[in-house]
């Protein structure tokens, strides 16, 4: 059983289209994240969630929004997808605040944007 | 603020051969330091950690230093296998966010 799963796995939508993102996780941990995995950049942070309807940007939040409704769901929805936002995204998991308890990840979403 | 370096990739190595991935950090303080590895078509995975200085993570096989020093964090394997092929992620903790790498692909030959 994968403690965190993300769908869909991969997706290509058009430019200017709104595309949402799903996180689901089965741990029933408090902190959530949605990053971006790019070529050179590592990963980088664009949103996190620490709670139920609590969230916070990460570094390049910009043109993204997040929700949670139910601590096992994370959605990150890309407004208006530009081509920019091409990458995999990958949502993580942890129990607490503090990185050293570890963050588990999911298998990434492949997303292109045309 | 607070950054990471790693060498860049790809690195391809013989099975067997010893293994050094280098990874160096700019932070205030002493943040505790990770490294994760990700295999091909997967997420990322924590390998080993350090909270403080001096602290040496391992597992499988893998071991790092936490050198304050030098600001180091360089990631060793004694003898590596054609299944540690993966890229590998240095990180640092920045007020309880991660700090990544670029990541540094390894490919191990037979």
């Known amino acids: 059983d994968a403690g965190i799963t993300q769908s869909p796995r991969h997706k290509v939508t058009e430019t200017g289209t709104p595309v949402t993102l799903r996180c689901h996780q089965t741990e029933n941990h408090r902190y959530m994240y949605w990053y971006r995995q790019d070529p050179g950049h590592g990963l980088r942070l664009i949103h996190y969630?620490?709670?139920?309807?609590?969230?916070d940007k990460g570094e390049v939040s910009d043109g993204y929004s997040v929700s949670r409704s139910k601590t096992e769901d994370f959605l990150l929805t890309l407004e208006s997808a530009t081509s920019s936002q091409t990458s995999v995204y990958f949502c993580a998991i942890s129990q607490g605040m503090d990185p050293s308890y570890g963050y588990t990840f999911g298998s990434g979403t492949r997303l292109t944007v045309v | 603020g607070d950054s990471v370096t790693q060498m860049e990739g790809p690195v391809t190595l013989s099975e067997e051969a010893f293994l050094t991935i280098n990874c160096t950090y700019t932070a205030t303080g002493y943040p505790s330091l990770f490294w994760y590895v990700q295999y091909p078509g997967e997420g990322l995975q924590l390998l080993l950690k350090?909270?403080?200085a001096d602290d040496k993570g391992s597992n499988k096989g893998f071991e790092a230093t936490y050198r304050k020093e030098t600001t180091s964090f360089h990631l060793e394997k004694g003898s590596v296998q054609v299944s540690d092929s993966a890229v590998y992620f240095c990180?640092?903790?920045?007020?309880?966010?991660?700090?990544w790498g670029a990541g540094t692909k390894l490919i191990i030959k037979p």
């Open positions: 350090a909270t403080k």
């Open positions: 969630s620490y709670g139920v309807k609590d969230t």
């Open positions: 990180a640092l903790d920045s007020n309880y966010q991660l700090i």
